[in-house]
């Protein structure tokens, strides 16, 4: 079992920065993939950015790709989500979710992840 904990979320104006981190902890030996995802009331969750155990592959959403950076520390099993240049519509709640892997690493779905953590919300004023 690996248990998941975002944290780093908070209330901040439009065109400022967080940065959300995923700690994992239990049984964090082989590769594992890490995606943060997000979701509004009343919406469908929606994945943000992906990595690969290496960090060496990254994916991103459309909606955040040049804004968001998804990046990893295996010593300390915390992946991070830097957000820059946030706007009021990334507020919503994010969460992220790990999945064990072989072979090489390629985009796994939403439906594919094996851990969630319980999730952090992110506010972004206008």
């Known amino acids: 079992q690996v248990q998941l904990v975002e944290s780093g979320g908070g209330l901040v104006q439009a065109g400022g920065s967080l940065r959300l981190s995923c700690a994992a902890s239990?049984?964090?030996?082989?590769?594992?993939?890490v995606g943060w995802f997000r979701q509004v009331p009343g919406k469908e969750r929606e994945p943000v950015a992906a990595?690969?155990?290496?960090?060496?592959?990254?994916y991103y959403a459309q909606s955040v790709s040049g804004r968001f950076t998804i990046s990893r520390d295996n010593a300390k099993n915390t992946v991070y989500l830097q957000m820059n240049s946030l706007k009021p519509e990334d507020t919503a709640v994010y969460y992220c979710?790990?999945?064990?892997?072989?072979?090489?690493?390629?985009?796994?779905?939403?439906?594919?992840?094996?851990?969630w953590g319980q999730g952090t919300q992110v506010t972004v004023s206008s």
């Open positions: 979710a790990a999945k064990y892997y072989s072979g090489s690493y390629s985009y796994i779905p939403l439906q594919e992840y094996t851990y």
């Open positions: 990595i690969s155990w290496s960090g060496g592959t990254a």
């Open positions: 239990g049984r964090t030996y082989g590769n594992y993939g």
